[in-house]
């Protein structure tokens, strides 16, 4: 269930029957030679989209731009500062809040978003304990999850690629978006060849450091090797992985 696509009584009539939502959450950001911009924010909405296949949820819009500073010496990309991200992850779980759900599980995609909306969620609870009028539990909990980090998804990623999945413009990321969107990517791009062929690794810090130490994008990975057939097998553990720990999330006290 869509809440982009729904109407409010059926909003409403969701809301009888649970109190959950998932958020997708990514970034605009460079994905190296043959990977979208929007690797990031496509990832999680495609993963979310097949989990509301599956199971009784609603799926929120997608918060499309995150915290991705080092990355703006690469054309495209965009970012939101991260006080600017917690303001937007907190209003956006209040706006929820407001309505009734209680249990907000953002999916995402991009890792320089963690500590931000995690730093969020502390803000979204200071907002109860100030308040002298609420209980000592919360009215809400937040619950952030990887689309990456599942078990199913880590033995596959491991199996198909090994050494070369790296941490940033991964072939199993790349292979996720050119299964959503076969169409969107021109094969001579696809198939783009990689110098050196795995990347290097090394830290992130800013914008004009990064672009010094990955020239491509690419952070310890071989994105070369993504196909459409990998990103079908990726995209089924994925939502496999994700539905267990969003009811892991609903069911806890």
């Given at each position: ?59 929120a ?18 970012t ?45 609870y200071?907002?109860?304990?100030f ?67 795995i ?51 609903l069911?806890?006290?």
């Amino acid at each position: 269930m869509l809440l982009q696509l729904s109407t409010w009584q059926e909003i409403d009539a969701y809301l009888e029957r649970s109190r959950g939502i998932i958020v997708p959450i990514g970034s605009t950001e460079q994905h190296g030679p043959n990977g979208f911009i929007g690797t990031d924010a496509l990832c999680p909405e495609l993963v979310a989209r097949g989990m509301s296949e599956k199971i009784d949820v609603v799926v929120a819009p997608t918060l499309s731009i995150g915290m991705a500073q080092h990355h703006l010496a690469f054309s495209g990309s965009i970012t939101l500062r991260p006080s600017t991200l917690m303001a937007v992850v907190r209003d956006v779980v209040r706006s929820l809040v407001r309505h009734g759900f209680e249990r907000c599980y953002f999916l995402n995609g991009h890792g320089g978003n963690v500590a931000t909306v995690r730093a969020a969620f502390s803000e979204v609870y200071a907002d109860t304990s100030f308040n002298r009028h609420a209980g000592n539990e919360p009215e809400v909990r937040c619950q952030l999850g990887n689309w990456y980090d599942g078990q199913r998804v880590r033995a596959l990623s491991k199996t198909l690629f090994g050494g070369a999945e790296g941490s940033h413009a991964t072939p199993s990321e790349v292979s996720l978006t050119y299964y959503g969107w076969p169409d969107a990517m021109p094969e001579a791009i696809r198939n783009t060849p990689m110098a050196p062929r795995i990347a290097p690794t090394g830290p992130i810090l800013d914008a004009a450091d990064y672009r010094r130490r990955f020239p491509d994008g690419r952070i310890g990975s071989d994105p070369s090797l993504a196909t459409p057939e990998a990103g079908e097998k990726l995209f089924h553990a994925a939502v496999e992985d994700a539905i267990e720990d969003y009811q892991r999330f609903l069911a806890a006290a």
